[in-house]
T-cell receptor, first 108, second 113 residues
Framework: SQQGEEDPQALSIQEGENATMNCSYK?????LQWYRQNSGRGLVHLIL?????REKHSGRLRVTLDTSKKSSSLLITASRAADTASYFC????????FGQGTTLQVKP | ETGVTQTPRHLVMGMTNKKSLKCEQH?????MYWYKQSAKKPLELMFV???????ENNSVPSRFSPECPNSSHLFLHLHTLQPEDSALYLC????????????FGPGTRLTVL
C-alpha cells in the first residue's frame, strides 16, 4: 500500500451527521496535513498536526494522530452540504506525500 | 482565494503545440511547487523551487520544462505532450521548503488531443 492512504475511498452521509476519514502512512513523519478539494479546484489546507501532537481541533474539525499505529483520522462534526468535497491526507517525511483521498458527499 | 493564481484555467492543445502554464503567488513565500493530478491517482509532485532554484525534479519527462524567474512566479513550459499528460496541473507555494502548509492555486485543466 502507499504512503498516505485514506479510508474509506467514498463516504455518503446525511446533513447533520458526523463524517470520519482515516489515513495510514508507512514511514516516520514530521507532521501530517489534511487538505480539502472541491471538484476540479485546488487543494485547501485544513489542519496540520505535528508528530508530537495527538489531537487537534479547528472549528468542526478534529484530527487525531497515532504515531504508534502510523495513522490519523479526520472527524467533521455536524456536517453540512457545503462539506461535500474530496479530503486528502499528506504525510510530511521530508517530502509531502498525498494519499488518493476520500470523496465525501453530504446530502441535504 | 488562497493568494496563488494560475493561468490559464483550461487549456486544450495538440501534441505538436507549445504552451506555457503560469503561476503567481502573492504571499511572499520562498518555495513553489508544480503538481500533477490525474484521475484516480494520488497527487504527484513534479518540481520544487526554493528561492528561485530548482531543488527537486521527480523524474519528470523533458517535455515538461519549469522556469522560476523570481520567487513570485513559476512557469511550466509544455511541448510535444502526449494524451496521457492530460490532467489538472496544480501550483502551490509555502513559506519555506520544509513542506509545511502549502497554498494551492485553482489549477489548470489540461487536455492533450
Amino acid at each position: 500500500s502507499q504512503q498516505g492512504e485514506e479510508d474509506p475511498q467514498a463516504l455518503s452521509i446525511q446533513e447533520g451527521e458526523n463524517a470520519t476519514m482515516n489515513c495510514s502512512y508507512k514511514t516516520s513523519i514530521n507532521n501530517l496535513q489534511w487538505y480539502r478539494q472541491n471538484s476540479g479546484r485546488g487543494l485547501v489546507h485544513l489542519i496540520l498536526i505535528r508528530s508530537n501532537e495527538r489531537e487537534k481541533h479547528s472549528g468542526r474539525l478534529r484530527v487525531t494522530l497515532d504515531t504508534s499505529k502510523k495513522s490519523s483520522s479526520l472527524l467533521i462534526t455536524a456536517s453540512r452540504a457545503a462539506d461535500t468535497a474530496s479530503y486528502f491526507c499528506a504525510s510530511n517525511t521530508g517530502k509531502l506525500i498525498f494519499g488518493q483521498g476520500t470523496t465525501l458527499q453530504v446530502k441535504p | 482565494e488562497t493568494g496563488v493564481t494560475q493561468t490559464p484555467r483550461h487549456l486544450v492543445m495538440g501534441m505538436t503545440n507549445k504552451k506555457s502554464l503560469k503561476c503567481e503567488q502573492h504571499l511572499g513565500h520562498n518555495a513553489m511547487y508544480w503538481y500533477k493530478q490525474s484521475a484516480k491517482k494520488p497527487l504527484e509532485l513534479m518540481f520544487v523551487y526554493s528561492l528561485e532554484e530548482r531543488v527537486e525534479n521527480n523524474s519528470v519527462p523533458s517535455r515538461f520544462s519549469p522556469e522560476c524567474p523570481n520567487s513570485s512566479h513559476l512557469f511550466l513550459h509544455l511541448h510535444t505532450l502526449q494524451p496521457e499528460d492530460s490532467a489538472l496541473y496544480l501550483c502551490a507555494s509555502s513559506q519555506g521548503q520544509g513542506y509545511d502548509t502549502q497554498y494551492f492555486g485553482p489549477g489548470t485543466r489540461l487536455t492533450v488531443l
